[in-house]
């Protein structure tokens, strides 16, 4: 059984940063790419930012030069380091990984956190 738990939402002034980390846990043998999606209120759900496995990174124009995503394999993580908040950034921010939870490492199925709130006021 794999989760997905992630930390570092809170509230922050404009202009302010915050740090999200995502950990995977359980019966992980491989991930492969992994990303942070969020959602406002009254709004679709948005891919804000995703990292591939050898550490190939794409960002949602918005937060281009902003936000910067990166991963730790060793300790399963996927961080958003989220700089020059705006309060259009405010929302629930869900991590997801492609994760392979057998040896069959070709295998991969998505898991998703819970979801931690960003709240950024102006």
């Known amino acids: 059984q794999v989760q997905l738990v992630e930390s570092g939402g809170g509230v922050v002034q404009a202009g302010g940063s915050l740090r999200l980390s995502c950990v995977a846990s359980?019966?992980?043998?491989?991930?492969?790419?992994m990303g942070w999606y969020r959602q406002a209120p009254g709004k679709q759900r948005e891919l804000v930012a995703t990292i591939t496995d050898d550490d190939y990174t794409t960002y949602v124009d918005s937060v281009k030069g902003r936000f910067t995503i990166s991963r730790d394999n060793t300790k399963k993580t996927v961080y958003l380091q989220m700089n020059s908040l705006k309060p259009d950034d405010t929302a629930v921010y869900y991590c997801y990984a492609y994760i392979a939870d057998t040896i069959v490492v070709s295998r991969v199925y998505d898991y998703w956190g819970q979801g931690t709130q960003v709240t950024v006021s102006s």
């Open positions: 359980g019966t992980v043998f491989a991930i492969n790419d």
